[in-house]
């Protein structure tokens, strides 16, 4: 108990840089240029886990804004502007997976029941308190945020991919780092009353949740997709875990970071990967770095 009540007691150490600008790019990909099914270097398993992510998101999205806007009002000046520029970039990420989807659905797929899984899994905080949304919203966006900088300081994830379709998620992925400590200062100041233990505990069991509700529910949507294009049975399991935790590997390679989630002093600026913004501004060829400068910014 002792070890538990000093989780939180350095989380101020890191915070937000007071020079972070937070600058909605209002951008449109892949309106009337039509994609291929298998539009990530001709990957069945690859296309299914984003287009299974990319369907969560128009409705994710709009659960994480209400959710961190619940808790502007009071909030400190800075904060408040910086909600407010998460909302903007959310609701431009959201209108671009609408139309992403659309290419999805084009190619024949049906998502209804992907979509389901999402209303399932939102409707657990039907009910409750405000704070518990934004406890949700906040380990979804340190997800979001792991996944972004894996996504552009590894150029194999997208490697192949159709152009429109690459830089849609290499953009999205600029601003989820951008404003990836938003929904945690949030969080910081909606429970800036609440004893050390208690805030730890929460944000800690909410992660635990959500982490098993996310891998679930992507594995459920990729296999559903993947049944779609009737690629069903072990084998194909086999290659989904190894897609996730071999080569590539998004899984492997984040798990350091998502357990600094549960550590003393945590905060998602504790890592400073700001370079990464600005490599995936550049074109997708030139963001193909030297081994050097990836390891640089990584």
Known sequence: MTICLCLEVSVAKATTPVDLTITPRDRRFGRGSP???????????????????????????????????????????????????FIKQEVIHTREHVAFNRHVTDQGYDVTPLIADVDAALALTKGRPPIASLAATTALEHFTAMLAH??????????????????????????????????????LHATRDWPRFTRWRVKSLVMLITTWRFFTGRARGMTELLRQDGLTGPRIWARMAWYAFGNPGMARKIAGVWAAYFLPGFHPWKHDDRALIALAESDYEAAVLPVERRAAVA
């Open 35 to 85: 994609i291929r099914r298998w539009w990530l270097n001709d990957d069945p398993i690859a296309t299914a886990f984003y287009n299974a992510l990319s369907v969560t998101f128009p409705k994710g999205e709009g659960y994480f804004v209400d959710s961190v806007r619940r808790f502007r009002d009071g909030a400190p000046p800075k904060l408040t502007a910086e909600i407010n520029a």
């Open 150 to 187: 894996e996504l552009i300081a590894n150029p194999r994830h997208l490697a192949g991919g159709d152009q429109q379709a690459a830089a849609l998620w290499q953009w999205h992925a600029a601003e989820e780092i951008e404003h990836k400590g938003v929904a945690y200062d949030t969080w």
